[in-house]
């Protein structure tokens, strides 16, 4: 559900004309519902009310601040991916004890900073990080609490740069490692290791691997709580799939009633990290028709936003619902929908069936608030796009377009080049 929606033949977000919004802040632009990312973030909470979770949002999927500053004020904590993410979360005053760190390759310089603000868990990925982790605690005279990730050798149904829990993946430790770990938890003094993660991968849509892996991470944390090791936090990450096209995706309350009886099953405290489950059908991106292209053997509907706005049909084959912002009955027009881009990988949607709509007129790229802005660039040299949030029906400017000057302003020509 969303509040992207046509009244008469307008596409409105929440209350506003998009084609309004559209013409005060110009295209490319990402356009997010405030009343949308909450209402999925509610409804996450309200399926897991009786385990009472944490709820970190991923930055990585929406790392705007005024994004996550909405989420945080309703509660959520962050889960974040980097030193840059770190700076960010803690710059909108989200409370360190409840922002959750994984990457398997967290440096020292990263590690530091977030021991030095006391974040609530290092999700671990390898028996390396925790040694450097222990190392910096222990100079920094800190006491870290770590989850170690297990890796539960999992095939989940999504696309194969999204899956992140089969044995051959860069993510995590097999079970038997992490038990080993757990059982010599006393050589790190400076940590607590108190908590187990799991993430199985991203936009998956049913529940089974999430039972299963669930299921394995339970069966660990009984086998070590027998031989005295008391894990107190189960993070089950995030990987909640949304709708871009046919998926029917596990709602939040089917999900939690999957779930929730292995959960019960232990004594702990709960974590969730879901990314696009809140963000993904909060946003849309804007764009502009510039030309119609009728060449003998495709049609080519070329807009003002490309791969370097919205690299997901690029990278991963994704399909993102194309829709008109003014709708009007006109023939059916089958077109790929492609950017400026100097490459054929350069598009956003092929063969689509839309109606025949004219230079000027603007179309809606649905699905885009989850990985859209996050994933943007600016190759060829193309300044990355506005971004408003609509909030109690009024439009805000979330994120300035950026400039030529922008492009260049962090750019040095040597003396000797000039
Ligand atoms: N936790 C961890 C450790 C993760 O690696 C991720 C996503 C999440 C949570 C959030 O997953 P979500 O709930 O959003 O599925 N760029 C890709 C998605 C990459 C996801 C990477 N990890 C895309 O556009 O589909």
């Not at 519902?33 to 949002?57: M, Q, W, Y």
């Not at 995590?172 to 940590?191: H, I, M, P, V």
């Not at 009984?222 to 799939?241: A, D, F, P, S």
């Not at 696009?276 to 053997?297: C, D, H, M, Q």
Request: proline share 4%.
């Amino acid at each position: 559900m969303h509040e992207f929606k046509y009244i008469k033949n307008d596409l409105y977000c929440e209350d506003l004309r998009v084609s309004e919004i559209a013409a005060s802040f110009g295209t490319p632009l990402y356009l997010y519902s405030h009343k949308t990312l909450l209402d999925h973030f509610h409804k996450l909470e309200n399926a897991f009310r009786d385990v009472k979770p944490l709820i970190c949002f991923s930055m990585k999927a929406n790392s705007s601040l005024a994004v996550c500053k909405a989420l945080i004020k309703e509660g959520a904590g962050l889960d974040i991916v980097s030193g840059g993410e770190l700076y960010k979360a803690l710059h909108i005053g989200v409370d360190p004890r409840k922002i959750v760190y994984a990457s398997v390759g967290k440096t020292a310089s990263e590690i530091e900073s977030a021991v030095s603000n006391d974040i609530l868990f290092f999700n671990v990925e390898s028996m390396p990080e925790l040694e450097m982790l222990n190392g910096i605690a222990t100079r920094l005279n800190k006491k870290v609490n770590v989850s170690i990730r297990l890796n539960p050798d999992i095939k989940a149904k999504t696309h194969a740069y999204i899956r992140t829990a089969r044995s051959v993946d860069k993510f995590g430790l097999d079970y038997r490692s992490c038990r080993e770990l757990f059982l010599c938890s006393d050589k790190f003094a400076n940590l607590n290791l108190v908590g187990l993660h799991i993430h199985i991968g991203s936009q998956i849509v049913d529940s089974g691997p999430f039972v299963k892996a669930i299921t394995r991470a339970v069966s660990l944390i009984r086998e070590l709580r027998k031989k005295g090791v008391v894990i107190q936090w189960l993070n089950i990450g995030g990987g909640l799939g949304i709708v871009y096209h046919q998926e029917r995706p596990q709602s939040a309350s089917e999900f939690a009633s999957k779930v929730l009886p292995l959960l019960k099953k232990i004594d702990i405290k709960i974590i969730l990290e879901p990314g696009r489950f809140i963000a993904g059908n909060s946003g849309i991106l804007v764009t502009k028709v510039i030309y119609l292209k009728e060449a003998p053997s495709k049609n080519f509907i070329i807009v003002d936003a490309a791969m370097n706005d919205l690299m997901r049909p690029m990278l991963y084959g994704a399909y993102h619902e194309i829709l008109p912002v003014y709708d009007s009955s006109r023939e059916e027009f089958t077109a790929d929908v492609v950017g400026p881009i100097c490459e054929s990988g350069d598009f956003l949607a092929r063969d689509r069936k839309l109606s025949r709509v004219q230079p000027g007129e603007l179309l809606a790229i649905m699905g885009t608030g989850a990985y859209g802005f996050t994933m943007s660039s600016n190759y060829n040299s193309r300044p990355r796009s506005a971004e408003v949030m609509v909030i109690n029906s009024r439009p805000y400017l979330i994120r300035k377009r950026e400039r030529y000057e922008d492009l260049i302003s962090s750019e040095v020509i040597p003396d000797c080049l000039q």
